[in-house]
Structures are given as C-alpha cells and as structure tokens.
C-alpha cells in the first residue's frame, strides 16, 4: 500500500509536479512521440523537453539540489541522491547543449543515463510515499506516460 503523503508535506501538488516531470524524463518513447513529433496523448495537452526542464529546475527547482525541499515536497532517504545526480547529468547537458532543440537531447549519447536516473528518482518517489498516479492523473486531467500504470 502506497502511504499518503498529504499529510506528511507541506506541498504534495508540487510533489505531483516533479513525480510528473521524472515521469516524462524516464520514457523515451513518450519523449520521441510528444516532444519531437509533436503527438499528443489528449486534447488540450502539450509536454517538451524545455517544459518538464523547466518544473525541475525553476517552477519547484528541486534540481539541481533537492534537499531544501526535504520535508517540502521531498522525502529525505534515497529521494535525494537520485534527484541530485539526475540534476548534474542535466546541468551538464543543458551547459553544453544550451538551446538545442529536443531532438538534439534526445540524440545525445549521455540520454540513456538521463533516462535512467529519471527512472531511478521516480521509483524512489513512489516507494518514499508516492502517490496512485491513475487517481492523479483523473484528478489533474493529465495524461502521464504509459509506463506509470
């Protein structure tokens, strides 16, 4: 059974926000059909790389150091060191890459660590106290990757 954590954070929308995020950053097919092709899941949705960048980085700016917001929207435990290492991967992709188009990322040799770690941060958020992200998903009217259920 997955623990509640609405009461145990002081932001769970946020924590929504960046389970949503790993969630886009960990499925590569979703990324080629959503972010390069421009095929979205539902009516009224949009999703890119600059924007799942942009709720990890600025929006909750939980990366590149997720431990101010421990207590917050995060869990202390294995939610940390997996959400910081995903933040330096990115940084260094971002400082070298800089404004390249999604494809260009998606292309980069180093995407498949991207791609892990994004894995590996979300499972720790479920495991942690995640959320049912199917009620999520209804609630919010989001489409999340197939690979959430």
């Known amino acids: 059974m997955v623990a509640s954590v609405t009461a145990e954070l002081m932001y769970p929308a946020a924590r929504m926000d960046v389970m949503h995020a790993l969630a886009c950053l960990a499925d590569s097919e979703y990324q080629w059909s959503v972010w390069v092709k421009r095929e979205f899941p539902i009516d009224a949705y949009y999703g890119s790389f600059t924007q799942t960048i942009n709720t990890l980085f600025d929006d909750w700016a939980v990366l590149p150091d997720p431990s101010s917001w421990i207590g917050l929207a ?76």
């Open 74 to 149: 995060i869990f202390d435990g294995r939610e940390v060191p997996r959400l910081r290492s995903l933040g330096a991967t990115l940084d260094m992709l971002i400082d070298e890459l800089g404004e390249a188009d999604d494809e260009c990322y998606l292309r980069d040799s180093r995407w498949a660590t991207v791609l892990d770690q994004a894995g590996s941060a979300l499972t720790a958020m479920v495991l942690a106290g995640g959320f049912d992200y199917r009620q999520l998903a209804a609630n919010e009217k989001r489409q999340p990757p197939r690979w959430i259920f």
